[in-house]
């Protein structure tokens, strides 16, 4: 396989609440397609079906396709009270595990707000009754958010992204998501409340999870953000050039957060990544280089995490 860094098309998709721009992704629903460079117009999943671990390194080719899938959430509304699967659920209730983890970019609204997790005490007859009645927001934890903070959601987990939000998120790659309560709204098209999925929800909640814990990244030095069997992530603010050692098990996704700066993998293809843009980097035994221009700030996703 030539490896370079590979930046792909973005991909979005419009909903009730606002939008998601799908920046690497290998679901099937909305594969990503290269932008760039040798394999331009080949989309991911062709590409890690050619190459493999070549391409994935042995730790991501484990998961059976491509590992991850990158969004940006910009939500003008409140997205719905969720839940996904992780592993265990999603064998006995059918759909795709997701964990996730949420780093809250520039743009958030003043008083925007994450809710994350149970409050003390909620039972599973308790939730499921606030549903029913519409007081659902009653029973979740509420964060406010401002930039820089992170926030990590295991599979299991309920919870809703608030509107104002504007979120870079790594996950699993998954589609599925059972919604349990949308906030007694309608859909402006239909008229009609969107379908919920109560049994399957309530059944994927894992109420053995620890209270979330909201971080904050300072944006100034390097700092791990999360780091879990499924992925890690890094923070990297750079003002002069550096070198990231070469990781040949793992793929590594660089999201430029801030400022832009140019990616080089071993004198392929330098490729230039601008605010808000993604690049992927093949498992490769050379080093990456990165010049900031003049500065850059970002956060770099991996698989094969604690």
């Keep these: 396989m030539t490896k370079y860094p590979i930046k792909f098309t973005p991909q979005v998709r419009t909903a009730l609440w606002g939008r998601e721009c799908w920046l690497v992704s290998g679901h099937p629903t909305m594969p990503s397609v290269v932008a760039n460079g040798p394999y331009a117009g080949r989309t991911l999943p062709s590409l890690v079906a050619e190459f493999g671990a070549d391409m994935l390194g042995e730790s991501a080719a484990a998961e059976n396709g491509f590992p991850l ?5 910009e939500a003008k509304d409140r997205l719905s009270l969720q839940v996904h699967p992780n ?29 994350a997790g149970l409050k003390e005490g909620v039972a599973k007859e308790e939730l499921i009754s606030a549903i ?20 990590f959601i295991s599979g299991g987990l309920i919870h809703a992204i608030g509107g104002g939000c504007r979120i870079f998120e790594v996950q699993q790659t998954s589609d599925t998501t059972w919604r349990l309560y949308d906030w007694n709204r309608v859909d ?46 890094t923070s990297l603010a750079v003002s002069e050039p550096v070198t990231l050692v070469a990781r040949p098990e793992s793929i590594r996704i660089l999201f430029a957060e801030d400022g832009v700066c140019s990616v080089d993998v071993g004198g392929v293809e330098r490729v230039r990544l601008l605010r808000g843009e993604c690049a992927l980097i093949p498992a490769c035994d050379e080093a990456i280089s990165i010049v900031p221009e003049p500065r850059a700030h970002l956060l770099i996703a991996e698989c094969g995490g604690a």
Aim: hydrophobic letters at 35%; charged letters at 30%.
């Design 188 to 233: 402006s098209k239909t008229g009609l409340p969107r379908p919920l999925h109560e049994k399957e929800g309530i059944a994927c909640i894992d109420w053995t999870l620890p209270p979330p814990e909201l971080l904050h990244d300072d944006r100034t030095s390097a700092q791990t953000l999360f780091d879990c069997r499924h992925f890690a992530c």
């Design 132 to 151: 029913r009645n519409g007081t659902a927001e009653e029973k979740i934890m509420r964060f406010d958010v401002h930039r820089g903070d992170v926030l």
């Design 69 to 73: 899938l990158i969004k940006i959430i």
């Design 87 to 115: 592993e265990a659920s999603a064998e006995l209730c059918g759909g795709e595990p997701k964990t996730e983890a949420w780093y809250v970019l520039d743009g958030c609204e003043s008083g925007a707000a994450i809710f």
